[in-house]
């Protein structure tokens, strides 16, 4: 047991000094282990936490990671295997700080008393001043947990999601890492979460929100979802109102997440920025909730509601074992199409988690040529299908698996 543990530590060494040819010889021992590719993947998360190119506008490291652990999440040892493999040698791509989170905690420790630290966390953001933010931020989640430090930063974020929604998309990625790891370890992706948002958004000054106004209008999520669809705009910010002071977020965002489905946008970045408010809203008040989707209601997507020729039908006459053949051929060949063998899949009763994790195991037969982004938005159309459930699954797998380059 401790030969092992020994191992595990000198893998994150290695991980360190970038010294790839032994790490990947010792990857191939630990990852025969489940438990010890766990700990692989928690020593790649918190390495690619540190990723830092001054010529990368988004750094797509630790999202990439986050994602590829999602998918894992869903995935059966050892056929996700080859992923881990793939974000492990990725890592060896990424230029990085020298920061660990012990440095971060003692940093952060340091700091004197601050009486408006959230005051005084904007401040360091707007001023760009990221060794402060860094230490700040940190501190928050020492004092008053992780939860604190995530309503902080994505308040913050609200006043310029970036250029396809990077800001709030990096956050939450950095956020949903911090929470995984738990402290003191999540104090790393925290501390490098502050870098990344002083330096991105310096400049920037925190929106003034308005408290939700009280709604008479009943929430509805089906009128909600009709509203959308008839493009009655009006109806739509009723109905998101009255959702999010009822603080039912997972309906409101329910409609956009179909639509962004439908037209997941360029590399999938509008899905992926959907996916990711929906991942923000529970840090966030009613009144931040309905400032971030009745934008996102707005501009994100143009067209609402789930494609009729999509809906599940009858059981086919076909036995299972054959559908599951057929869609596993599919996810090789494109031969013949997922659209035609996930529906087949799904008609027949087969449960959504197997068949999201027939998808992540196939990845590791497939070529394509930019994995960052194909990871991250292929995560973001499984995770999507997993909210929507049986009923509605078909629409992100089918367009995602129709757009991924394999």
Known sequence: MFGRASEVSQFNELLVTGQHAKAMRLFDALSKDAVLCGLVLDSVLMSNSNQHDPQLTAPHGLQTTNAARGM?????????????????????????????????????????????????????????????????????????????????????????????????????????????????????????????????????????????????????SQRLAEAAAEGAFDEVEAQLRSLLAARRTDDAVRPLLVAASADPGFLGHTLVLAHSARLAAPHLEPAESFHLLWRLYRTAVSRFGYPEFLRLGPPPGIERETVMSALRASLRQKTPPPEVTLRQALEVGVPLDEILATIVNAYGGWTVGEKEHTIIALDAALETARFLGRDEALLPLAVALMRLPF
Do not use: C, W
């Open 72 to 220: 894992l999440a869903m995935s059966a040892f050892p056929a996700g295997v080859p992923l881990l493999r793939f974000v492990t040698l990725y890592s060896f791509s990424l230029r990085k700080r020298n920061l660990i989170a012990e440095a971060v905690r003692i940093r952060a420790k340091s700091l004197p008393p601050v009486p408006d630290p959230i005051g005084s966390l904007y401040a360091a953001f707007e001023a760009g001043d990221f060794p402060v933010t860094g230490a700040l931020l940190a501190r928050i989640a020492l004092d008053q947990g992780l939860p604190a430090a995530a309503h902080a930063v994505l308040r913050f974020t609200l006043s310029d999601i970036g250029k396809f929604g990077h800001h709030l998309a990096l956050a939450v990625s950095f956020l949903e890492a911090a929470q995984a790891l738990g402290l003191p370890r999540g104090l790393l992706p925290i501390a490098n979460l502050g870098f990344y948002i002083a330096e991105a958004m310096k400049g920037t000054r925190p929106d003034p929100i308005l408290p939700l106004e009280p709604s008479d209008v009943p929430p509805s």
